[in-house]
């Protein structure tokens, strides 16, 4: 089962509001450029997962830890 990553639910209900995939035209590279920095959040937070199977660290921790700099 595919799952839909927070970036892709923000374009779909943009253009379920009426912003067309043409609209994004001008912020296609950005869009993309997103999209890559996600997924190598993801990729990151499976291997550190996996690394720290152990840890004390709570996900309230890890994420502000990390993602509110």
Known sequence: ???QTSLDYFIQQLEEIGF???D????NAQVLA???IEK?????VYY???QN????????????QTFNK
């Open 34 to 36: 997103a999209k890559e």
């Open 48 to 50: 550190e997962g996996q």
């Open 53 to 64: 199977w152990d840890s004390e660290q709570t996900f309230e921790q890890y994420y502000n």
């Open 1 to 3: 089962m595919t799952k």
């Open 40 to 44: 190598e959040q993801m990729e990151i």
């Open 20 to 22: 067309s995939t043409h």
């Open 24 to 27: 994004f035209c001008e912020f």
